[in-house]
Antibody, heavy 117, light 109 residues
């Protein structure tokens, strides 16, 4: 099973861009070919943001698609999230996750990102 | 896009059985996966596919599905099973994005 470690700024200004990175380590032969970002506003449920396949193809939540970019850097064993034009509604714990087409097998520890001036 | 609906909260006596349900049109095409989340922690996969448990998940957790409803059953609930449980599946429309249920808070009495 893979291990995931998310990192990035914990505070972003309104209208700015949220940028997070997830470092991947562990079983390189696992079936975790899909890499996702999922967020959870304080006290609320989970919301899927988007995913990237190991080939580089992406798929985004339609409600966030216009603001989201997910990319992968295989040489560094990491994948990244950029969310543009953030507002207070984007304040959440952001999780990176990996798995197959059918489930999220492994999760990072979560990064709290607060949008505030 | 599709939605997945869960009851907000259920309670179960210690050692008894509890079933958590998840309803949505996408479940007619895709199996649900289930995640357990304890306060301050990341979610953990407990059930995926037809009824599969990842390594380390106790066999008191089981899953089933019928029509547009998926269920997670905890048989012989333990105190450590008190948590929020989320279902998730691929959406059957568009590029098949993921959708999550709103979560069910399980209290073990």
């Amino acid at each position: 099973q893979v291990q995931l470690q998310g990192s990035g700024p914990g505070l972003v200004k309104p209208s700015g861009t949220l940028s997070l990175t997830c470092a991947v380590s562990g079983d390189s032969n696992s079936s975790s070919n899909w890499w996702s970002w999922i967020r959870q506003p304080p006290g609320k449920g989970l919301e899927w943001i988007g995913e990237i396949y190991h080939s580089g193809s992406t798929n985004y939540n339609p409600s966030l698609k216009s603001r989201v970019t997910i990319s992968v850097d295989k040489s560094k064993n990491q994948f990244s999230l950029k969310l543009a034009s953030v507002t207070a509604a984007d304040t959440a714990v952001y999780y990176c996750a990996s798995g197959s087409y059918a489930s999220f097998d492994s999760w990072g520890q979560g990064t709290l990102v607060t949008v505030s001036s | 896009s599709s939605e997945l609906t869960q009851d907000p909260a259920v309670s179960v006596a210690l050692g008894q059985t509890v079933r958590i349900t998840c309803q949505g049109d996408s479940l007619r095409s895709y199996y649900a996966s289930w995640y357990q989340q304890k306060p301050g922690q990341a979610p953990v996969l407990v059930i995926y596919g037809k009824n599969n448990r990842p390594s380390g998940i106790p066999d008191r957790f089981s899953g089933s599905s019928s029509g547009n409803t998926a269920s997670l059953t905890i048989t012989g609930a333990q105190a450590e099973d008190e948590a929020d449980y989320y279902c998730s599946s691929r959406d059957s429309s568009g590029n098949h994005p993921w959708v999550f249920g709103g979560g069910t808070k399980v209290t073990v009495l």
